[in-house]
Each structure stands twice: as structure tokens, then as C-alpha cells.
């Protein structure tokens, strides 16, 4: 029921097809693609129940379903076709209590979009690229390119104009509401004419959008010329280390991390991000012997930024950008050969009180996790108990 999808092309279906779907479902699919590709989705198979697809559903939408526009909702009949205009597409599935029937069967493939302008959001700055063949096109050439900020200046290649446009300078402007940041800039392109001008200006609007910890990246042009759109989604830079004291000074490079039973285990999650207003959360942690499988068998540290484990210490940072915390080895270790720690890491807005950063412990069900607050994932380890100094070194 649901699951996130990377491959350049898959098969997706309601629960037990072709056999009838369980009652009040509700699954999420996330489908994202490479970088400046676009999710084509086709329909093989649908039968729902019908009656104006008020209770039983498939909804498709043009990115993250909180944030996108709608682009079907279907429960029977034809097969249509639907085509993002990003890497992302989300695709929900609903069922009530009442009846249920066979389902649906999509399939999704991956087709290369425009490459005239491509944009991708790095960790320190965005790389907008314009096509040199695309300009002389338009009757200009690389020296008539610019950024709002004229000071940045871009690199020329034999086929390509290339930004690396930063977050916090260049003319970047930096602007959020309660779930998204959004970083935009604009690349001018403008004819030499004083006194009369023949062509039009083109405008390429370059940004990138967080929501949580998804970058959305958007580059369009304007200026009545040439519409281009490019929409592409990313993710956030984040690494988690062990360290070997509370002064965090020095992290422990050894793997596997050899630990005696109940010593403290010193853990930093850092983002790695240019903009100095962010800071990140650490919403979960959990531990299982299984580096795939972290819920058959596992042991809870903190969940929903509650505390599990009574020996969770979490210490001052000096930088927004970092989160440190311990906790003791425990006896779940010496029953497992190794042990891995799957932390959930959540990026907001720095001093913004009302996202999930500041909100603390938060009891809620896995049915109540809105799509819109997916957080970062991330997996380290393997720790081993110390049997001896042998094993030890």
C-alpha cells in the first residue's frame, strides 16, 4: 500500500490485485525520476466502485500531493495517460468501508524533457545551464546573458552558459511560509539595442523549494518569448557520525564501531546546506540487527520526537545546521551480531516555531503522518559489541 519508486520505469497496483482491495485504504506512491526526465503514467487496468468517485479512488497528482495541482482522479472506465512536468508524481489510492472490486494497474516510464534550460538544486548553490545552440536560436549570443546580480558571472563552454548561483548572495532571494522555503534568482538575457530593441528580453526565472526536506526546482521563462518550464526535485544533504566523546571533537572512523555494553554512543546529524536559517530535528531514531528492516525487530531510542530510551541525552550545538545526542549501548547489542541506527531528520525554517522543529514530542498515529511531512532517512552502523581487545582492534 504505497512506497516510494526510483527506478526509470515500474509497475504500481492497488493492494491484492487483481484480487479486491482491502477496505479504507489510503496509499501514497511516490515516483521520482532522474533529474530532468518526466514521469509518464499509464493505465492498464481500473474498476472501482463508480458512483462519481466519491468513495472509492485513484488520484494523480503533478508532484507532492499536498502541494501539487491535480491532474486526474479516476475509478473506472478508460486508460488515460498522464505526463508530469517534473521528476516527481504522486499517486494516491482511497478506499471507504463499503464495497470494494478489483482495483487499479498503472504502469510509469521515465521521457527526457526539454534540455534548452536544465536546473538542479545542489547543497551549496543551484546550477542553472542554458544551451548556447538554444540562444543563437533566439538570435543571441553568451555575452548578452547575465544574472540579476550582474557581479555573478556565469562559465562558457563550447555548448553550454553555466550559473552556480548561491543561496545567500548573487541576488538570491529568500523567502517561506509554514512548510517551504523558497530560494529564486533571475538570469537576464537582453539585446545590445540602445535606442531601438527588435527582440524581445527573455526572462529565465530560476528557483528552488523546500518542503521538508524536498527540494522542488523550478526554471521557467517569461517575457512573452519561448514558455520553458523546468520542474525537478532533489534532496537534502544530510550524514549522521559516531564520536568518541561529549566534546564531539573527534569522530570515530572505524566500521564497524566496536562498543562495550551500557558505554555511551556520542551521534551528530549535520546538514549541509549553504543558507545558514535552517535547522534540523531529529524526530526518530531506531535500532535493528536488520540494516533492511527496521519494524519486525527493533528497539526504539526516540520516536515522534518522543523519548524511548531512558539513557537519550541530547547537548547544546553551536550551529543550527548540527544535532548531537547519546545514549548507552543496551542489551538488545549483545543478542545481534551488529546492530544498525536509522535516524528521521526533519529540515525547517530557523527560529520558525510553528514547524515540526520546535514542536518537540508529537503522539500520533503511522495513519495520521501527512504526506507533506516526509522526513529524511538516515542509516548508519553496524555496531558490534567488544568481546576482547582482539576484536576490538
Request: glycine share 4%.
Amino acid at each position: 500500500c504505497g512506497s516510494s519508486m526510483s527506478n526509470s520505469s515500474g509497475m504500481l497496483q492497488s493492494p491484492f490485485y487483481p484480487g479486491n482491495y482491502p477496505n479504507n485504504a489510503d496509499c501514497l506512491w511516490e515516483i521520482q525520476v532522474e533529474n530532468n526526465f518526466r514521469v509518464m503514467l499509464t493505465f492498464r487496468d481500473i474498476a472501482m466502485q463508480s458512483a462519481r468517485c466519491q468513495y472509492d479512488y485513484v488520484e494523480v497528482y503533478d508532484g507532492p500531493p499536498h502541494s501539487s495541482s491535480l491532474l486526474g482522479r479516476l475509478c473506472s472506465g478508460s486508460f488515460p495517460t498522464y505526463t508530469s512536468s517534473s521528476n516527481l508524481m504522486s499517486v494516491r489510492f482511497h478506499s471507504d468501508s463499503r464495497y470494494t472490486f478489483r482495483g487499479f494497474q498503472a504502469h510509469y516510464s521515465s521521457i527526457p524533457a526539454d534540455h534548452n534550460t536544465t536546473l538542479l538544486c545542489l547543497p551549496d548553490y543551484m546550477r542553472a545551464v542554458i544551451s548556447r545552440d538554444y540562444l543563437q536560436s533566439q538570435g543571441y549570443s553568451e555575452q548578452m546573458v547575465t544574472l540579476n546580480d550582474n557581479r555573478c558571472t556565469p562559465t562558457v563552454t563550447p555548448h553550454e552558459v553555466i550559473f552556480n548561483i548561491p543561496y545567500d548572495s548573487c541576488g538570491t532571494i529568500r523567502e517561506g511560509n509554514d512548510d517551504t522555503i523558497n530560494y529564486s534568482n533571475m538570469i537576464k538575457v537582453t539585446s545590445s539595442g540602445r535606442i531601438i530593441k527588435r527582440k524581445k528580453n527573455i526572462h529565465i526565472h530560476t528557483s528552488c523549494k523546500m518542503l521538508q526536506n524536498t527540494w522542488m526546482q523550478i526554471m521557467y521563462v517569461a517575457e512573452d518569448t519561448v514558455d520553458v518550464n523546468e520542474n525537478q526535485f532533489g534532496r537534502y544533504n544530510m550524514h549522521i557520525g559516531f564520536y568518541d566523546s561529549s566534546s564531539f571533537s573527534r569522530q570515530v572512523c572505524d566500521s564497524p564501531f566496536y562498543i562495550d555494553l551500557n558505554e555511551n554512543v556520542y551521534v551528530q546529524a549535520s546538514l549541509h546546506n549553504s543558507d545558514q536559517n535552517l535547522t534540523i530535528f531529529v524526530d526518530t531514531c531506531v535500532a535493528s540487527p536488520d540494516l533492511r528492516d527496521f519494524n519486525t525487530l527493533a528497539y526504539d531510542i526516540i520516536r515522534n520526537g518522543c523519548v524511548r530510551d531512558s539513557s537519550y541525552v541530547t547537548y547544546h550545538s553551536p550551529y543550527s545546521h548540527l544535532a548531537r545526542f547519546k545514549f548507552n549501548a543496551f542489551e538488545f547489542i549483545s543478542r545481534h551480531e551488529s546492530v544498525y541506527l536509522r535516524c528521521e531528520l526533519v529540515v525547517c525554517r530557523l527560529n520558525d516555531y510553528s514547524s515540526r522543529c520546535y514542536r518537540g514530542c508529537v503522539s500520533r498515529s503511522k495513519r495520521d503522518t501527512s504526506p507533506s511531512e516526509e522526513k529524511l532517512d538516515v542509516v548508519v552502523g553496524p555496531l558490534k559489541l567488544r568481546k576482547g581487545s582482539r576484536d576490538a582492534g
